[in-house]
């Protein structure tokens, strides 16, 4: 249809909407703004290696817009209109999180675009988890908390009705594009009023603040949205040094001069005022907060198993009393430091681009050689492939951080990848076939340049 918006359009649109609102209703999250924008000018500015591969891969109109969000629905069938409102915008469902092992009862996914050019574009991505009722043992406030999440719609009736205009037509026109974006910002919008009285709220919250927050208001507000930062220490520090009160740990892999997947800190969640039903006077409810985060490069599964086995040993050290810092320092000592020895040991994705082998007079290009071969005799160079991904047990941590929650033991069972995705209608993509994807194309576009050369 010549006249549809393209999905890329209606996510940066909708991004840019969302982050203006919560500027408004979290004016910390602004004054987060400014600072990861100091840092990064200062990073590139001290960095001009990194400055210009950022350049020429295009990657600094992405990094000024760069956000992602999350939401925590309370039931299936939100859940599912949620992936066709994301679907609109080019967002699709990628990766199974499940963070009942961490004592938080979610499953999640994160819904991203997938096309390099739409991640170029814009990467908003939402991390969105729904509630597991099944794991709460008390019967009577399970069925409570069923009761009151039937009773509610998230969506506007406008929404809705955009939403089946899209699906019948594959697209939307401006205008309708335009107002999609204003409908399904109620979606997102902080309630001051809960839907339940006070007395409800306490019950809920008993079990699990998490259940509360989930249950008690009319829709799931948007509780961070995370701008990206190129060096968290540095902005840890200012965070401090500006009077933000950070959380201690940074999440994820300890600092590496070979960043790899994702690390995070946040600021703790503000405690603001609600008014309950039948209540005259104002309680409080916390539920947002900020946060930032820096990417990496992305790890393959053997990669990725090396991590988790890493970060699983320093946590049980930190169980025995070890400072944390101290333990992940300790555990990654062995760790790679450059993005060279990650991919000799097949522990990263990459891009490849073109070596400057080909440029050299009367050097010809062999059949056969490995993608190493390739790299050491210059044919091709490497650049790290962006993590656009989450982590499940740094986002528990942000989850217990953020929600009051004391650490608590993991539920039994563990995750329910089909229900998830019976909720979803849909199954969800796998974050390492994408990546594998992205690294076996920019490959063939690499060797195509390298034969397209005259020798
Ligand atoms: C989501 C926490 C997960 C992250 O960055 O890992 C997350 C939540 O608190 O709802 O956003
Ligand atoms: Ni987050």
Known sequence: MPNHVHPDEIRSNFSSALSDMYKTEVPLYGDLLDLVADTNRRV???????????????????????RHGAVRLGTAAELETLRRVFAVMGMVPVGY??????????????????????????????????????????????????????????????????????????GLNLAQSTEFVQEVLETFRWHSEATVDVQTYRRLRSIHPLIADVVCFKGPHINHLTPRVLDIDDAQAEMKARGIKAKTDIEGPPRNDCPVLLRQTSFLALDEPIRFVGDAAHGTHTARFGEIEQRGCALTPEGRMRYDGLLQSALADTA??????????????????????????????????????HLEQGRKLADGLSA?????????????????????VSAAGIFRSNLGAEVRAGYE???????FERALGTAVRSEFSLYE???????AEALKACHAVPQ
């Open 44 to 66: 590139l500015q001290s960095d001009s290696t990194l400055m210009h591969a950022m350049e020429e891969s295009d990657q600094l109109h992405r990094l000024n817009v760069e």
């Open 97 to 170: 999180y499940d963070l009942s092992v961490a004592g938080v009862p979610v499953h999640a996914t994160a819904f991203r675009p997938i096309e390099e050019a739409s991640l170029r574009r814009n990467p908003f991505r939402v991390f969105t988890s729904l509630l597991r009722l099944e794991l709460i043992d008390n019967a009577e406030l399970r069925g409570e908390a069923e009761k009151i999440l039937a009773r509610r719609d998230i969506f506007t009736g406008r929404c809705r009705e955009l939403l089946d205009v899209a699906d019948a037509e594959g």
């Open 320 to 357: 025995q009393g070890t400072d944390r810092a101290e333990a992940m320092r300790k555990a990654f000592e062995q760790w790679p430091n450059s993005l060279h020895a990650l991919f000799s040991e097949g522990l990263a994705f990459v891009r490849f681009l073109p070596g400057r082998a």
């Open 372 to 392: 190493q071969a390739l790299v050491d005799e210059g044919w091709l160079q490497i650049e790290a492939l962006v993590y656009e991904d989450f982590l499940p």
């Open 413 to 419: 069972g563990g995750g329910n990848r089909a229900e």
């Open 437 to 443: 994807a992205a690294q076996e194309r920019s490959l």
